[in-house]
């Protein structure tokens, strides 16, 4: 009971900050019928532009709290994510809205590989260890460890989520976005600006995604110029679990995934008698992936995406 306790909490851990990314792709394709596969990279970008501004602040002997130190990386990392989310829209999707839908699917690709190979040259293909800042106090739940920071990160997601379910469904943007995904054309008629609302998407995806990047970086201890495309394919499985388009499905599907997850990397090896390990986790994002895709398209929730003619 003690290692199935641990392993759901591991999953909520690493679910929370997969529903964070995994909302950064139900947005974009809730409103442009668009698999933005170079999300990612903005999450990688996110978790190495904060390292290496901690990393400069600490060299330069700056004397502050270790959350102090984080926010001041993050107030970095989180623009530069933005700028880059929004850089992208306009560059590479906005001319391609009219084209076959193949053509903004290949260029998403190749943003992507673009953004990996442009992180590798700035920081190098090595592994960047996170700055140990944070505290790492570890309290025990039913014989289970937890510690501050994973804490830390599940509140700190749902309250991100929170605010972003607020946004859509309070707010004058968040009705001007459910617009746009409804009827662009309709939209515009009644004066929303389609293409700020869709840029405004981009850029509140590429935030959360910033921040999800750095969770990823303090919960592993590190980040690399490539992590973007394994955990941002996983965050898009999540998405179609849970119903791509649907933002409570993309929450539900990034905290089933992730449980489902922990749960088969802590059992595999029993399972499997000892020939498969923990180091074979990543095989569940994919059969979840095929299972939903073949029994239940729409997913949990169902996709919502609007009819439109």
């Known amino acids: 009971m003690d290692i ?3 392993q759901i909490i591991n ?4 679910g929370s900050i997969y529903a964070l990314i995994a909302l950064g792709y139900t947005m974009v394709y809730g409103i442009m019928q668009l698999i933005n596969f170079a999300h990612g990279e903005i999450v990688m970008i996110g978790a190495m532009v904060t390292i290496t501004c901690i990393n400069l602040l600490v060299g330069a002997g700056v004397q502050l709290p270790g959350p102090a130190l984080l926010l001041a990386g993050l107030l970095m990392a989180i623009p530069v994510s933005m700028f880059l989310g929004y850089s992208i829209e306009k560059i590479a999707y906005q001319p391609l809205r009219k084209a076959p839908r193949l053509a903004p699917l290949i260029t998403a690709i190749g943003v992507s590989i673009v953004l990996q190979q442009a992180a590798m040259l700035i920081w190098g293909r090595n592994y960047r260890p996170f700055p140990p800042i944070l505290p790492s106090e570890v309290h025990i739940i039913g014989g289970a460890a937890i510690t501050d920071l994973q804490i830390a990160i ?9 605010g972003l379910f607020f946004l859509i ?3 004058k943007l968040g009705r001007a976005m459910r617009a746009t995904a409804q009827n662009p054309e309709v939209a515009k008629l009644m004066g ?7 840029s405004m998407t981009f850029v509140i995806g590429s935030a959360l995604g910033a921040m999800a990047g750095v969770m990823v970086a303090a919960n ?3 980040a690399h110029a490539y992590m973007g495309f394994m955990i941002g394919l ?6 179609v679990l849970g119903g791509i388009g649907n933002i409570g499905g993309a929450v539900l599907g990034g905290l089933l995934l992730g449980i489902i997850e922990s749960l088969g990397s802590g059992y595999l090896g029993d399972l499997t008698g000892g020939v498969l390990g923990s180091n074979y986790k990543d095989i569940f994002a994919f059969v979840v992936l095929i299972i939903v895709l073949v029994f239940r398209p729409s997913g949990l929730m169902g996709e919502r995406v609007a009819e439109r003619a």
């Open 154 to 162: 599940i509140v700190l997601a749902l309250l991100l989520m929170g």
């Open 234 to 239: 996983k965050a898009f499985t999540a998405a």
């Open 220 to 222: 592993y201890d590190q």
């Open 4 to 6: 199935f306790l641990q």
């Open 169 to 171: 469904e309070k707010t």
């Open 192 to 198: 929303v600006n389609v293409n700020t609302i869709i």
């Open 11 to 14: 999953g909520l851990v690493v």
